[in-house]
Nanobody, 125 residues
Framework: QVQLVESGGGLVQAGGSLRLSCAAS??????MGWFRQAPGKEREFVAA????????YYTDPVKGRFTVSKDNAKNTVYLQMNSLRPEDTAVYYC????????????????????WGQGTQVTVSS
């Protein structure tokens, strides 16, 4: 049974940092992604990482502030978020894609097979 368990959300002031974790179990994956959903908005792609190597990809608003990484031994993916802004406030979701299908990175929700429960990140101004 596949499980993605997120942790690390919370309340932080603008300019602060948080690190989210996503512990994966149950099978191997091609890629892991982070998405977020702010109140009243669509869920959007944030970052992705490929399990087999260190390739990463970010949406423009978080480039230079967020870093996605992984610990293969722990089957865990991290999202280090620095210089947080109020507009980063959202529920953050970890997602996993099983297979490679011709592109290195995948950014649409429908392209991921498994999802975590989400963790709330609130950035106060």
């Amino acid at each position: 049974q596949v499980q993605l368990v997120e942790s690390g959300g919370g309340l932080v002031q603008a300019g602060g940092s948080l690190r989210l974790s996503c512990a994966a179990s149950g099978r191997t994956f091609y890629a892991m992604g982070w998405f977020r959903q702010a109140p009243g908005k669509e869920r959007e792609f944030v970052a992705a990482i490929i399990w087999r190597d260190t390739s990463t990809y970010y949406t423009d608003p978080v480039k230079g502030r967020f870093t996605v990484s992984k610990d293969n031994a722990k089957n865990t993916v991290y999202l280090q978020m620095n210089s947080l802004r109020p507009e980063d406030t959202a529920v953050y979701y970890c997602a996993a894609r099983r297979y490679y299908s011709g592109r290195l990175f995948y950014t649409a929700q429908a392209e991921y097979d498994y999802w975590g429960q989400g963790t709330q990140v609130t950035v106060s101004s």
